[in-house]
């Protein structure tokens, strides 16, 4: 997945993180203290700064009564998972399921015969942090998570939870886009990772689509009416 796309998806992850915590009317102070997390590292994930890793967000997503794919994927159909556990509970749970996906991870590149060092190269994550992923010494951004999983044709379903406190179900997940224009501006970036700003990339494709006399038509009309 191209950086800026990563930056993106993480600005977008952490926007329905705030709307699911303002809409349980939840602060900071808790859900850093339910991941087990200082105040600052849960800000900089609602900030889009850092992205939180799977089993966070499937954590994060219990605690909420939010539904995981509200937080992967925003506002689309939110089922309520109730939190049926504590909290002592909860932070095991959190390493099993980092080392589950660690071992997941780390089978699926040698079934495939591939290296660190390529799978480095393809993801261009460092040798180091990758180790450390495999390790499950470092849990595993889920923007980092996509891109690595798209590298060695995973399905993201595949790490999902499936049963236990932590179970859930999600919709799939789309392919990744097309990679951004190295040179896109940053305030372009800034409207693309704003939900809102969806209806006019929608009119902006299908306008694109159109042949080039029924967008002279259009225009032609529009200038009508403002003349």
């Known amino acids: 997945m191209d950086k800026k796309l990563e930056k993106i998806k993480a600005k977008k992850i952490g926007l329905f993180m705030h709307d699911a915590r303002e809409n349980k009317e939840q602060t ?34 219990n605690f909420l009564n939010s539904s995981f794919d509200f937080l ?14 504590s909290q002592d ?17 780390k089978q699926t590149r040698l079934e495939k015969n591939i290296s660190l ?4 190269v393809l993801s261009t994550i460092p040798s180091d942090v990758l180790q450390s992923y495999e390790n499950a010494s470092t849990p595993i951004p ?29 919709t799939p997940v789309s392919p990744p886009p097309a990679a951004l224009p ?10 693309i990772s704003k939900p809102v700003n ?10 694109s689509k159109m042949e080039a006399d029924k967008l002279r038509s259009i225009a032609a009309s529009l200038l009508e009416i403002t003349y």
């Open 198 to 207: 969806r209806p006019y990339l929608d009119l902006a494709m299908r306008l």
């Open 72 to 85: 992967l994927h925003g506002p689309t159909t939110e089922v309520e998972a109730g939190k049926t556990f």
């Open 89 to 105: 509970v909860n932070i095991n749970l959190l390493l099993l399921r980092n080392h589950v996906i660690a071992a997941l991870l």
């Open 28 to 61: 900071i102070d808790n859900c850093a203290s339910w991941l087990n997390i200082s105040r600052d590292e849960y800000l900089a994930m609602e900030d889009g700064e850092s992205s939180p890793s799977l089993p966070q967000l499937e954590s994060l997503a």
């Open 117 to 120: 060092d390529q799978l480095s």
């Open 142 to 170: 889920v923007v980092a998570l996509e891109n690595l999983i798209e590298k060695l044709d995973l399905s993201l379903d595949k790490l999902f939870s499936k049963s236990g406190p932590l179970g859930h179900s999600s």
């Open 182 to 191: 190295e040179d896109l501006p940053e305030d372009m970036l800034q409207f």
